[in-house]
């Protein structure tokens, strides 16, 4: 199975995949300075999965702060969750959002909306 | 192996790729499927797009708000601020102006805590002033007190003294902490001020007689140096930065018999100063609480310093070109008995 782990920076989150059963975990603060270069290495790990997992995934994100670049590039890691959950491999995604945080809040709702097929959850952070 | 890149719209613009070539060939079915393709991706971009936009409104407003709330917090600090600055001016008029800095720079030690030290006491007072205040309308008391004492402690504070109280009619000053420039330095800096305030005093009494006042304050000023406890006395809840020990007691018995209008000072004191003022020796004295016989000096100015070298030249043929170091004792007086005779003569 296709593995990933980034470390957090003061600018980008920590990005990890790994684990038995599998589980994607983003979080922390999103505004690298260049998000292609960020995030292309993630995104294709998620489109890799496709073919390498056998058991089913779970995602988990936590973000704090994600800037607009980064909303561009997680649609793109969503397609590909997209895909998973169409071969029938994944299990549940959850958003974790920061309780006074409207606005992730709502950034995970309109993710929901997006992609309504996906067995999405939306949760204050603990 | 170079990981295969990502760039945003990467997708759309392979689509957007096909296009031409599509048409170009005018293949029905191929137009079709490659519509369909365009439209679902089409609809996917104009979805991102209106999220982001209202995303990027959100965050909008809430760097708005934020804005709004620094303004405010800023225009609040600065009203806290402006208020802390008069009270801190309020409060520097109760305080030691040293101990006033020190302790809004947070250099100030604000524990029960006390230092051994050596330091310059000096102690004031109005000579008669009880009968003088009897005698006087409260508000004219008041006025020429306030009078007295601000500009006492102009000159105190312009001799880097630290003023320790008034009490009473009394001023209670130290030097040697919490800024010293040696123990030699701060006696000499404290016998300067209180030459600078009797001087000015004569200066005070000519001001007030022509108010009319008939009792003009005439002050006695004893000084002393020695070992003291200074720091901050009292509780947790009240302190007070202060000296006490035996020294400080002396310095004020040495007060409690100065002349008026005169300084008088402990042996320890004078010999910081000895080449710097004039002092005449009085008979060792017993004092209330003091068990040992103390030596003072009456201070009566600044020495004179004489000059070392001397130089006459007259149209008549005299000349004089004398260094004063290079005679003897007996030379320089032989010398100045045949300099009067020539005066007495000339005259």
């Avoid at chain 1, 997992?53 to 704090?64: D, K, P, S, W």
């Avoid at chain 2, 029905?28 to 104009?46: M, S």
């Avoid at chain 2, 008391?141 to 402690?153: G, P, V, W």
Wanted: aromatic share 8%.
């Amino acid at each position: 199975m296709t593995s990933l782990n980034i470390q957090a920076t003061d600018r980008t989150p920590e990005i990890s995949i790994e684990g038995s059963p599998p589980r994607m975990r983003i979080s922390g603060e999103s505004f690298p300075e260049d998000v292609a270069a960020f995030y292309g290495p993630v995104v294709f790990a998620v489109e890799s999965l496709v073919d390498s997992l056998t058991e089913r995934l779970h995602v988990e994100i936590n973000l704090a702060y994600v800037n607009s670049s980064s909303i561009k590039a997680l649609y793109r890691i969503f397609e590909g969750i997209s895909e998973i959950h169409s071969k029938n491999l994944l299990e549940s995604i959850t958003w974790f959002y920061p309780d006074d945080d409207d606005i992730l809040q709502e950034l995970g709702e309109d993710f929901k909306d997006r992609f309504p097929d996906l067995p999405f959850q939306i949760e204050i952070t603990a | 192996m170079t990981a295969p890149s990502f760039t945003f719209y990467d997708r759309e613009r392979a689509l957007l790729a096909e296009g031409p070539e599509l048409l170009a060939r005018a293949d029905p079915l191929e137009i079709k499927d490659y519509t369909i393709r365009l439209l679902d991706r089409f609809e996917k971009v104009v979805r991102e797009n209106e999220d982001l936009t209202r995303h990027s409104d959100r965050q909008e407003q809430r760097l708005v708000k934020l804005n709004k709330n620094l303004k405010t917090q800023a225009r609040d600090l600065e009203e806290r601020q402006t208020k802390l600055e008069s009270i801190s001016k309020n409060l520097a008029r109760y305080l030691p102006p040293q101990i006033h800095e020190a302790l809004f720079s947070g250099q100030h030690e604000t524990a029960v805590v006390t230092k051994r030290k050596k330091l310059t006491i000096f102690f004031s007072d109005i000579r008669g002033f009880t009968e003088i205040a009897e005698n006087l309308q409260p508000e004219e008391l008041t006025d020429t007190l306030n009078e007295y004492f601000s500009e006492m402690t102009e000159i105190a504070l312009a001799h880097g003294a630290t003023i320790d109280k008034y009490i009473g009619d009394a001023i209670m000053i130290f030097f040697g902490d919490p800024e010293s420039k040696g123990v030699r330095e701060d006696a000499r800096a404290c016998v300067t001020m209180a030459l600078q305030m009797q001087n000015h005093m004569r200066s005070l009494r000519k001001r007030w007689q022509l108010r009319g006042f008939s009792h003009p304050f005439e002050i006695r000023i004893g000084i002393n140096t020695g070992f003291c406890n200074v720091g901050n006395f009292g509780s947790e809840q009240r302190l007070s930065y202060t000296i006490i020990g035996g020294e400080v007691n002396l310095a004020q018995r040495i007060e409690s018999i100065a002349d008026p209008g005169g300084i008088l000072i402990s042996a320890d004191t004078y010999a910081h100063v000895i080449d710097l003022v004039e002092g005449d020796e009085r008979e060792s004295v017993s004092l209330k609480g003091i068990d040992r016989k103390i030596k003072t000096y009456a201070i009566s100015g600044r020495k004179q310093s004489r000059p070392q070298s001397f130089k006459i030249s007259h149209p008549a043929g005299v000349s004089v070109d004398l260094d004063r170091d290079q005679l003897s004792e007996a030379e320089r007086k032989n010398l100045a008995d045949q300099l009067r005779s020539l005066a007495d003569d000339l005259s």
